[in-house]
């Protein structure tokens, strides 16, 4: 049975009385044992039936990463639901869209914001019962009316709603609705993918052949479980028994990496740039010896782990010499990641650089590609195999092949049944079977995928020539300064950028420059910002084609966020939104005449 309740029940009997769930709260470990995982999905199960939830109807989770996450929604498959999930930084707006397009009439939130936002939803018909999953959250006596509390939830039943559930189950199909995932959609309104169970279970066979998870790893959950990448992670590594250790503020990752020594964690390369960045900005600002010996034991480390990766005999002189940089430098570098041993990584572009940079000190990030449409996984590194330039071989199982017009098309067991409501753009996407990715892409000698361009992203200049957005972003993002970057392209005459300075970095060299600012904008204003800001996009454009290269850029004096629905929530421009917020700036930069940069 590939019932994803079915396959975690058997593990919650084989593992009963280990740690299944975790996190760090009010100073202490929170632990959940297997036994009281499986306890309280079937307890919100029964809740929900005894609320008057039907078999494959949906149920709508918003809230950032709790254990009660993952209970709730467990609890939703265990009485025969379908999981809606939505990103607890959605607007009102685009939450009512999903839960209207969806048909929910439940929904489980976790936090002050999230909750705030459901009831105006409730108040205006939206949704029924509105179920608060965070056991810490207070309601006010008002609020108590209308939401129902966490453990208020689990002692709701009746022998009714008992008898039925034990029913539900022994009717799982694994061809049933698991989940509903809207894309988060950067143009156009949101699409939900349908993922059912044996989506999920194909998933999990796929990775067993290609990874090597067991019930001695912790993984660190610090994306948006409302992400295909998260959730189908998290599912695979509890399938695993392995126990799960939740982050409820993805910004305090680097304590929770410090507290939690995780074996496990997939990120998305953003988290990659930010440390690499920092390291070379404490680098930047060392004493000259410092920097030698940073660089001698960086190349070193280079030099030994391509040899490896090649299966090339390493010397005995250039063992010595990375055990002396390893014991000097190297693993300072990768102290954080003390006990990793595979690092999932994907959701956008990693440039080589930086890829090549933690391959070599020992960091063991596995890179790969995937979609919400395809169960997350389509191609990653296999073991010992990490291809710097590509994003690994296709999973087994998994067909892949290129179009006439080099597109990425995609068949196999992973990929969705369609998009719900929407038979015309399933039907646009899935074309004899194959998934059509919108991304270009093409095949090394070794038989690793490597990723060109987003050919739905691709922007023509006025001139005619073809600009790949992501590409030419990633590598100017390898500058410590640059914290953020939009290109600007579409119908233009040249490239110009937007981009946001990372300010800790910036303000330090101001200060080093004895530049006197009462705030940023008036720190973007000196001569000497804007000189070095220059200085810095010229040395890291070297690698574009001169049609390609940034001519205008305009530093911004705040980064692109959520919140002003200039991203999205996997941290991905809305190009429109960034346009047409900073229209003003970007006919500035087109009013004068290109810099030669």
């Not at 022998?159 to 698991?178: K, Y």
């Not at 890179?367 to 087994?396: F, L, Q, W």
């Not at 646009?428 to 992203?457: P, S, Y």
Request: proline share 4%; hydrophobic share 40%; net charge neutral.
């Amino acid at each position: 049975m590939n019932h994803l309740v079915a396959l975690l029940t058997r593990r919650a009997q084989q593992q009963a009385q280990q740690e299944a769930l975790k996190i760090w709260q009010h100073g202490s470990w929170q632990s959940i044992t297997w036994t009281q995982f499986q306890q309280s999905w079937q307890k919100v199960a029964q809740a929900l039936i005894h609320l008057g939830h039907k078999s494959g109807e949906r149920v709508a989770i918003m809230s950032n990463n709790l254990p009660q996450w993952t209970i709730s929604d467990l609890g939703i498959l265990a009485a025969r639901g379908c999981v809606v999930p939505i990103y607890p930084t959605n607007t009102a707006e685009q939450s009512q869209y999903i839960l209207q397009d969806s048909g929910c009439s439940i929904l489980f939130v976790g936090h002050r914001e999230q909750l705030e936002l459901a009831l105006e939803l409730q108040q205006n018909g939206v949704i029924e019962h509105l179920i608060c999953l965070n056991p810490d959250l207070q309601l006010t006596e008002q609020e108590a009316k209308s939401v129902i509390a966490w453990q208020e939830l689990l002692e709701m039943n009746s022998s009714i709603a008992s008898t039925e559930l034990a029913n539900r189950q022994l009717q799982f199909d694994s061809s049933e609705l698991a989940t509903l995932i809207y894309t988060s959609g950067t143009t156009g309104e949101p699409k939900g993918v349908m993922l059912d169970h044996d989506n999920f279970a194909a998933a999990f066979r796929m990775h067993d052949e290609r990874l090597s998870v067991d019930e001695t790893d912790t993984s660190l959950s610090f994306l948006p479980l409302s992400h295909v990448f998260e959730r189908a992670w998290t599912y695979y590594i509890l399938y695993r028994g392995a126990c799960n250790v939740y982050l409820e503020d993805p910004s305090e990752v680097q304590a929770a990496l410090e507290r939690t020594k995780p074996t496990l964690m997939c990120s998305v390369p953003r988290l990659y740039e930010k440390i690499h960045g920092a390291i070379l900005q404490k680098v930047a600002a060392a004493p000259k010896t410092k920097q030698m010996l940073f660089n001698w034991a960086l190349k070193t480390a280079e030099m030994r782990f391509l040899a490896m990766n090649k299966h090339q005999s390493v010397s005995f002189a250039l063992e010595k010499k990375y055990q002396l940089a390893d014991r000097l430098v190297l693993r300072k570098l990768r102290s954080i990641f003390v006990n990793a041993k595979i690092l999932p990584c994907s959701g956008a572009r990693l440039a080589d650089d930086i890829n090549l940079f933690f391959q070599s000190i020992g960091v063991p990030l596995n890179y790969g590609y995937g979609m919400t449409e395809t169960t997350a996984t389509v191609s990653c590194y296999p073991e010992g195999k990490i291809r710097i330039g590509s994003i690994g071989a296709p999973m087994n199982d998994i067909e892949v092949k290129l179009n006439d017009e080099g597109e990425i098309l995609v068949k196999g067991d992973t990929v969705m049944r369609g998009y719900f409501n929407k038979p015309e753009a399933t039907e646009q996407c899935i074309i004899d079977g194959w998934l059509h990715t919108g991304d270009a892409g093409e095949f090394d000698t070794a038989g690793n995928l490597v990723m060109t361009e987003r050919i739905k992203e691709l922007m023509k200049t006025s001139g005619g020539k073809y600009i790949a957005p992501q590409r030419v972003e990633g590598e100017l993002i390898r500058e410590p300064l640059f914290e953020q970057v939009a290109i600007i392209a579409e119908a233009r005459h040249f490239v110009s950028a937007l981009i946001v300075p990372a300010y800790e970095a910036l303000e330090l060299h101001a200060h080093q420059l004895g530049l006197k600012f009462k705030d940023r904008a008036e720190l973007l204003e000196h001569a000497e910002i804007k000189s070095l800001m220059q200085s810095r996009l010229k040395q890291v454009q070297s690698n574009l084609a001169r049609f390609e290269q940034v001519k205008q850029f305009t530093l911004l004096p705040r980064e692109f966020c959520m919140k002003q629905g200039e991203l999205t929530p996997t941290l991905k421009l809305r190009r429109k939104v960034i346009e047409g917020r900073f229209a003003e700036q970007i006919k500035a930069m087109y009013a004068i005449k290109p810099a030669t940069i």
